[in-house]
């Protein structure tokens, strides 16, 4: 941890920023008083790999589709839902087809 005063994080932001990124907590000071922490985000990262992603993907809960329509639809209500043979991708490849 790092003490730095309001005027050197003003002037110096970016670099106070960069060491925060890099794991380093600053503690801010005004007229002598600590009056702010300044740390990293504890769970951020930037990416997630392949292989923790496909390990997630497989314990994953299977989804039952007809099931969520039914919760979908008494949540939502089924009158104005689209018909399954109106695929609004289709309509608009009629369309171009239609212009072209």
């Known amino acids: ?47 997630v790999p392949v292989e923790e992603m496909q390990r997630k993907w497989r314990t994953a809960p299977r989804v039952d589709s007809a099931r969520m329509r039914a919760e979908s639809d008494a949540f939502f ?9 109106d695929d609004p991708w289709e309509r608009s490849r009629d369309q171009g087809r239609a212009h072209g």
């Open 77 to 85: 209500g089924s009158e104005e839902r689209i018909a399954e043979s």
């Open 1 to 47: 941890m790092k003490t730095i005063t309001q005027r050197e994080l003003a002037a110096r932001s970016k670099a106070v920023l960069d060491d925060v990124e890099a794991g380093e907590t600053y503690h801010i000071t005004r007229n002598g008083t600590e009056i702010a922490e300044v740390r990293p985000l504890t769970t951020r990262r930037r990416f």
